[in-house]
T-cell receptor
């Protein structure tokens, strides 16, 4: 079974621009979560999508948004990029049962650099 | 609020030594889940183990073992006979029931020297 894939793997943007990152979950998985990893703040939860609906949200400004498609693929968008948005963005997929905590399997991440 | 503390920032050992990575958690939930992930230099988080709050049995998987103690809110990870390939950052994480939001510790960098 193929793992979680994320595209692109590396991205360089300038302040003020916007960016869209993509994540394809493991086949059969319906839940996709996004995390931001920075040296200063560590790994932080951004949001989770299940059945095309945002089910959980972390403590990030509204510039960070996401969506999920009917095939469970997910995208996250960051608008008006700031230098502090430079990070490794990790996507995780899980089975997505309706009322339990699943094991999350992570993709290789997208390394975003904001200049 | 949930919190995970990995007090060891970095550990260096020589190959074949045993090493224990500490993890202490805080939660007000009675049902919760604990995880360990490994992050090699490639960046991808690799799942190692998941444990729910009602299962305090220790677990062994090859050279890896985990000690879960609710009385001390700890979920420690031991690597026996460490190898150079074990060099990575190891994260302990906590999740409440009915949710997939992981709260991670700061991670422990493990360096295994030959």
């Amino acid at each position: 079974k193929a793992g979680v894939t994320q595209t692109p793997r590396y991205l360089i943007k300038t302040r003020g621009q916007q960016v869209t990152l993509s994540c394809s979950p493991i086949s059969g998985h319906r839940s996709v979560s996004w995390y931001q990893q920075t040296p200063g703040q560590g790994l932080q939860f951004l949001f989770e999508y299940f059945s095309e609906t945002q089910r959980n949200k972390g403590n990030f400004p509204g510039r960070f948004s996401g969506r999920q498609f009917s095939n469970s693929r997910s995208e996250m968008n960051v608008s008006t990029l700031e230098l502090g948005d430079s990070a490794l963005y990790l996507c995780a997929s899980s089975l997505g049962t309706s009322s339990s905590t699943d094991t999350q399997y992570f993709g290789p991440g997208t390394r975003l650099t904001v200049l | 609020a949930q919190k995970v503390t990995q007090a060891q920032t970095e550990i260096s050992v020589v190959e074949k030594e045993d090493v224990t990575l500490d993890c202490v958690y805080e939660t007000r939930d009675t049902t919760y889940y604990l995880f360990w992930y490994k992050q090699p230099p490639s960046g991808e988080l690799v799942f190692l183990i998941r444990r729910n709050s009602f299962d305090e049995q220790n677990e062994i998987s090859g050279r890896y073992s985990w000690n879960f103690q609710k009385s001390t809110s700890s979920f420690n990870f031991t690597i026996t006979a460490s190898q150079v390939v074990d060099s990575a950052v190891y994260f302990c994480a906590l999740s409440e029931a009915n949710g997939n939001k992981l709260v991670f510790g700061a991670g422990t960098i493990l360096r295994v020297k030959s």
